[in-house]
C-alpha cells in the first residue's frame, strides 16, 4: 500500500516569492511515480508535474519544478515567482507499478494562499 | 482537443433515490477512473476501467459501481443514496494502460452531488 502526507494544511506566500510544498510518500514498490496536481475553487484538478522513481534528474515545467530525494522519500514541489493565480489547493499524489493499473493515492493537500 | 467532460456538473438528490454520473475522456484516452473528494476523506480512488473492463477498484460499498463504453465513455451509479455520499466526484483519463508506467491522468471539473 502506498501513502502521501502533506504536512501543510496551509500556506501563505508573497507574490513574486517562491514557495515549497512538502509532500513524503511511502511505499515498498521500487517503482513508482509521483504527481503534483493543483485544485483552483472551480475544482478541476489540473496536473502539474512528474517524477519517475527511476528519474535521474529533478522534473521541472516552467515555474513548476519537483525536489525528489529518494532516500528520504521526500517529492517537494517548488513554484517559482508566484503569482495570484497560483492560489488554490495543491495535492501530491502516486502510483506505483505493483498497482492493478492507474490508481493515484493522494495525500490531504495543502492550501497556497498568494499575497498581492 | 476537447478535455475530460463530466455532466453533470451539479446534482440534488434525496436519501434512497439513485444517480448516474457520466465522464467522457480525452479523445484517445482508453483508461478512465473514478474519484470521490469529501471534506472529511479527502480524495478517494473509487475505480478505474480499461477498454470496458473494471481493472482496479478502491475501498467503497457495492452501492457503487461503473461501465466503460466501447468509445471509452464511462458511468458511475450509485445506488440508495444515503447523506455520506455528497461529494465532488473527479473522472480522470489517461492515455495508456501500462501498468505503473507514466501514466498522466487528466481530471475532468467534476460533478458535486449533494444527498437531501
Known amino acids: 500500500a502506498q501513502k502521501i502526507t502533506q504536512t501543510q494544511p496551509g500556506m501563505f506566500v508573497q507574490e513574486k516569492e517562491a514557495v515549497t510544498l512538502d509532500c513524503t510518500y511511502d511505499?515498498?514498490?521500487?517503482?513508482?511515480?509521483l504527481f503534483w496536481y493543483k485544485q483552483p475553487s472551480s475544482g478541476e484538478m489540473i496536473f502539474l508535474i512528474y517524477?519517475?522513481?527511476?528519474?535521474?534528474q529533478n522534473a521541472t515545467e516552467g515555474r513548476y519544478s519537483l525536489n525528489f530525494q529518494k532516500a528520504r522519500k521526500s517529492a517537494n514541489l517548488v513554484i517559482s515567482a508566484s503569482q495570484l493565480g497560483d492560489s488554490a489547493m495543491y495535492f501530491c499524489?502516486?502510483?506505483?507499478?505493483?498497482?492493478?493499473?492507474?490508481?493515484?493515492?493522494f495525500g490531504g493537500g495543502t492550501r497556497l494562499m498568494v499575497k498581492p | 482537443k476537447a478535455g475530460v467532460t463530466q455532466t453533470p456538473r451539479y446534482l440534488i438528490k434525496t436519501r434512497g433515490q439513485q444517480v448516474t454520473l457520466s465522464c467522457s475522456p480525452i479523445?484517445?484516452?482508453?483508461?478512465v477512473s473514478w474519484y470521490q473528494q469529501t471534506p472529511g476523506q479527502g480524495l478517494q480512488f473509487l475505480f478505474e476501467?480499461?477498454?470496458?473492463?473494471?481493472?482496479n477498484k478502491g475501498n467503497f460499498p457495492g452501492r457503487f459501481s461503473g461501465r466503460q463504453f466501447s468509445n471509452s465513455r464511462s458511468e458511475m451509479n450509485v445506488s440508495t443514496l444515503e447523506l455520506g455520499d455528497s461529494a465532488l466526484y473527479l473522472c480522470?483519463?489517461?492515455?495508456?494502460?501500462?501498468?505503473?508506467?507514466?501514466?498522466?491522468?487528466?481530471f475532468g471539473a467534476g460533478t458535486r452531488l449533494s444527498v437531501l
Open positions: 480522470a483519463s489517461s492515455p495508456v494502460g501500462r501498468q505503473g508506467a507514466k501514466n498522466i491522468q487528466y
Open positions: 517524477q519517475g522513481s527511476y528519474d535521474q
Open positions: 479523445s484517445g484516452h482508453r483508461s
Open positions: 511505499t515498498s514498490d521500487p517503482s513508482y511515480g
Open positions: 499524489a502516486m502510483t506505483a507499478k505493483g498497482n492493478a493499473g492507474n490508481m493515484l493515492t
Open positions: 476501467y480499461f477498454s470496458e473492463t473494471q481493472r
